[in-house]
């Protein structure tokens, strides 16, 4: 069965810091797909990356990075240069190529980024 | 924003009451699925639909029961209510088949507490 583990419950930083989110995965299926997902106060789960088992090259989107390596079946994200906006709960998802399309998520990182 | 919109957004029931959730999914969209987020928690699971048949579901007991409508419009049951039922319920669409990618955009959710 496939599993997603976040080992950061809260993390604090300041403005300008970088901060790097945790997330490793279980999976049985040789194809799959690992997600980010931010989740601000509102509820809304708001897509942030989708990346799928055979592409390791790592992705950067502006202040966003993520760190994809099988070996270690992790799937890191790092926000450079943090600002106070970037403060949500921050969750990742597997989503196994075999089946229907649902997601199995970790239980959540909050990042909370003061001034 | 996705174009999932969710109803009622907050409501409070007693135990062994009924409830009813709506969701409206994005245009286009021929699946929903339906999950549940304890606070504190990853969403959960619970199940989906694709062309008005239940076609996966999670770890869930019978009383949570779903439909969806021919404009993919889609309804979450939960009888007999819990105190533990208390969470934010949160739907996404998705487009399934061989044309879509299967990314899920989920709505707001809809918040349920349970005295």
């Known amino acids: 069965a496939q599993k997603v583990t976040q080992a950061q419950t809260e993390i604090s930083v300041v403005e300008k810091e970088d901060v790097t989110l945790d997330c490793v995965y279980e999976?049985?299926?040789?194809?799959?797909?690992l997600f980010w997902y931010k989740q601000p106060p509102s509820g809304e789960l708001v897509f942030l990356i989708r990346?799928?088992?055979?592409?390791?090259q790592n992705e950067i989107s502006g202040r966003y990075s993520w760190n994809f390596q099988k070996s270690t079946s992790s799937f890191n994200f790092t926000i450079t240069a943090s600002q106070v906006v970037d403060s949500a709960v921050y969750f990742c998802?597997?989503?196994?190529?075999?089946?229907?399309?649902?997601?199995?998520f970790g239980k959540g990182t909050m990042l909370l980024v003061s001034p | 924003e996705t174009g999932v919109t969710q109803s009622p957004t907050h409501l409070i029931k007693t135990r062994g009451q009924q409830v009813t959730l709506r969701c409206s999914s994005q245009?286009?969209?021929?699946?929903v699925s339906w999950y549940q987020q304890a606070l504190g928690q990853g969403p959960q699971f619970i199940f989906q639909?694709?062309?008005?048949?239940?076609?996966g579901r999670g770890n869930f007991p019978p009383r949570f029961s779903g439909l969806q409508f021919p404009n993919y419009s889609s309804e979450l049951n939960v009888n007999a209510l819990e105190l533990d039922d208390s969470a934010l319920y949160l739907c996404?669409?998705?487009?399934?088949?061989?044309?879509?990618?299967?990314?899920?955009?989920f709505g707001e959710g809809s918040r349920l507490t349970v005295l």
């Open positions: 996404a669409s998705s487009l399934s088949g061989t044309s879509g990618t299967g990314e899920l955009f």
């Open positions: 999976t049985r299926d040789t194809t799959y797909y």
């Open positions: 990346r799928n088992s055979f592409d390791e």
């Open positions: 998802a597997l989503r196994e190529g075999s089946g229907y399309s649902t997601l199995t």
């Open positions: 245009s286009g969209h021929n699946t």
């Open positions: 639909y694709y062309r008005e048949e239940e076609n």
